[in-house]
Structures are given as structure tokens and as C-alpha cells.
């Protein structure tokens, strides 16, 4: 089956630095891969959606600046939360397509908690 | 807009007990529905589909059948084991992949 990894799965950091999220593919290629962010007890919500050689497409109301999202291969996402703040602590899950099995099938990375101080 | 509302948790069962989570939506269009499913310490796996009305999906003994009348989607399992113990969500999706969630209904089966 499809699998996808995130590292790291936990981080804590000081308020004002950046953290870089990595989602990766592990056995196939991902042409597009999304960003979620999930509050406690809440759903998932949309962040932005990455492909793989062009910009983000971000959803209303996420700042671009402030989540950068590079998709710099087919098997790789990265989310950098830039100067963080306690308010952007939550659960980031990522995941990716993979057309070659079935259409409108994600793949879930099993998420990365992140904690600001 | 389009949107899924599921039941709130969490659900408590004793094993081989009936399992429902409801789960009802709105969508402009013909959007798919799915049931996804979060082990602890796991990541979101798809658990099952249908993609039109009237279609059931089914996988390791759940089922829910896509019903447009009542916009619904409807999880059930006729008897759950310890095993099944998650998180589940409802979501649909309109044109591609774009995904949208329920809150997640947490399960608790007890031996």
C-alpha cells in the first residue's frame, strides 16, 4: 500500500523561530500533496494544497508568508511555520495522491504535533 | 458551502455490540463520500467509499450506504471488536481530491 511519513512527529520550540515540517512518499510519487491543520476534538482543515514544481494554492484565510510550503520533488512536501507563535500550535497532517492506485484516494501521513512556547 | 456533520463522541460499545456514526453532508454537485479511520499514533486511512447514490461502500465489515435524499452516509458495523477502537471521520470530496472532514467521532470498545 501507499504510505507516507512526516518528521518530525513532535516538535517544541520557542516563540519566534520557524519549525519545517517534512511529508514524504515513501513507495510512490505524489503529484499533489495537501497540508491540514486539526485543533483539538476538531476537523481537519484545508491549509493549502502543493504541487509538485509550482506554487501553493492556499486556502482563504491561511497566511502564505507565515506557512511556506515548498514541493521541491514527487516525493517530498515540506511546511515551514515561520516565526511561531503559541497560537500556532496544533496537529499538521499531510497527504498525498496517488493517481496510479484511485482517483480521490489520500494518503495520510500519521501527522506532526507542534507545540510553541 | 460544502460541509459534514458526524455524531460527537465518544461512542462506548461493548464487544460484538451494533455500531452506528452518523453522518450527514452538504455539497453543491455530486461530491464522493468516504469514511476514514485514525488508529492511535496512526495516521488517517481510508476505510471506505461510495461515489454516487445509492452505492454502498464496505471494508473489514463496516459499511455505509450513500443516500442524496437524506444527504447522508451513515457508518455502520454489526459487531465491533476491541480492535476497531479510533478515531473515525466522515468526509466528501467535490472535483478531484479537495477534502472535506467531519470532527471525528472517537470509538471505544470494551472486552
Known amino acids: 500500500g501507499a504510505v507516507v511519513s512526516q518528521h518530525p512527529s513532535r516538535v517544541i520550540c520557542k516563540s519566534g523561530t520557524s519549525v519545517k515540517i517534512e511529508c514524504r512518499s515513501l513507495?510512490?510519487?505524489?503529484?499533489?500533496m495537501f497540508w491540514y491543520r486539526q485543533f483539538p476534538k476538531q476537523s481537519l482543515m484545508l491549509m493549502a494544497t502543493s504541487n509538485e514544481g509550482s506554487k501553493a494554492t492556499y486556502e482563504q484565510g491561511v497566511e502564505k508568508d507565515k506557512f511556506l510550503i515548498n514541493h521541491a520533488s514527487l516525493t517530498l512536501s515540506t511546511l515551514t511555520v515561520t516565526s511561531a507563535h503559541p497560537e500556532d500550535s496544533s496537529f499538521y497532517i499531510c497527504?498525498?495522491?496517488?493517481?496510479?492506485?484511485?482517483?480521490?484516494?489520500?494518503?495520510f501521513g500519521p501527522g506532526t504535533r507542534l507545540l510553541v512556547l | 458551502g460544502n460541509s459534514v456533520t458526524q455524531m460527537e463522541g465518544p461512542v462506548t460499545l461493548s464487544e460484538e455490540a451494533f455500531l452506528t456514526i452518523n453522518c450527514t453532508y452538504t455539497?453543491?454537485?455530486?461530491?464522493?463520500l468516504f469514511w476514514y479511520v485514525q488508529y492511535p499514533g496512526e495516521g488517517l486511512q481510508l476505510l471506505l467509499k461510495a461515489t454516487k447514490a445509492d452505492d454502498k461502500g464496505s471494508n473489514k465489515g463496516f459499511e455505509a450506504t450513500y443516500r442524496k435524499e437524506t444527504t447522508s452516509f451513515h457508518l455502520e458495523k454489526g459487531s465491533v471488536q476491541v480492535s476497531d477502537s479510533a478515531v473515525y471521520f466522515c468526509a466528501l470530496a467535490t472535483g478531484g481530491f479537495k477534502t472535506i472532514f467531519g470532527a471525528g467521532t472517537r470509538l471505544f470498545v470494551k472486552a
Open positions: 497527504s498525498a495522491d496517488n493517481q496510479g492506485l484511485s482517483q480521490e484516494t489520500q494518503y
Open positions: 455539497a453543491t454537485g455530486y461530491p464522493s
Open positions: 513507495d510512490f510519487q505524489a503529484t499533489t
